[in-house]
């Protein structure tokens, strides 16, 4: 390992130490079932979760993923409006439910649990529709593995972090980031990056002043 690398991961556990301080340690607890994870997280892309969340209650009153799988793509938009990108979308929850069914003939991914986490997010992403980070969600908060989901607020801190660099794509941050967070920092790391971004670190004018990380932070503006 390179020095830069130890120094990185240096600084991670520091990261993951103040902001737990400041934001409390993060616990692990499964959010949904598996199948209710994936298609929420789906819902979630390019949208807040709260958009997300409504498109997902509507979607939920068809009854299970059978008869929502049994359902038109234009009936589903209707239903996942607020969750933008509708028609995009329902196309999209929908091939994802066919491939399913056709592999393993029911809707039901709970088998990932038994897979280790290359094999399983091999088996995901080779699914049109799910990339990086919407296996990276569902194998992280369903089956608590050892995966790091990059969002915009994540790849934004770690690149002012100097964690990454500022050419990092945030395809290629789950890769990079899951190797220098230890795994069982890893649930943390997500969900402290992501509160950070969201509270202090914004995109535009982010706290720097009121940062705890100021310190160790070479982007701040002071
Ligand atoms: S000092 Fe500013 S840029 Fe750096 S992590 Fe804190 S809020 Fe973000």
Request: charged share 30%; hydrophobic share 35%.
């Amino acid at each position: 390992m390179t020095e830069k690398n130890k120094e990185i991961i240096s600084k991670i556990k520091n990261i993951i130490t103040n902001l737990s301080k400041v934001y409390g340690p993060p616990i692990w607890k499964p959010r949904l079932k598996p199948m209710d994870e994936l298609i929420f997280t789906v819902l979630t892309q390019n949208t807040s979760d709260l958009n997300a969340e409504k498109a997902f209650l509507k979607l939920k009153t068809l009854g299970s993923w059978e008869e929502i799988l049994k359902t038109s793509d234009l009936k589903i938009a209707k239903l996942i409006k607020s969750g933008g990108m509708s028609n995009i979308k329902s196309k999209r929850i929908l091939g994802i439910l066919q491939e399913i069914k056709k592999r393993e003939n029911k809707l039901d991914i709970s088998f990932l649990s038994k897979l280790n986490l290359d094999d399983a997010r091999r088996w995901l992403t080779s699914i049109e529709g799910i990339g990086p980070k919407t296996a990276s969600v569902l194998l992280s908060f369903s089956f608590n593995m050892p995966a790091i989901p990059v969002d915009t607020h994540i790849h934004r801190v770690s690149k002012r972090l100097n964690l990454i660099t500022k050419k990092t794509s945030t395809e290629d941050a789950h890769y990079i980031l899951e190797k220098l967070v230890e795994d069982k920092n890893k649930y943390s790391f997500h969900v402290l990056l992501i509160n950070h971004g969201r509270k202090k670190c914004h995109s535009r004018n982010p706290k720097c002043e009121e940062c705890s990380l100021k310190k160790i932070c070479h982007y701040k503006k002071l």
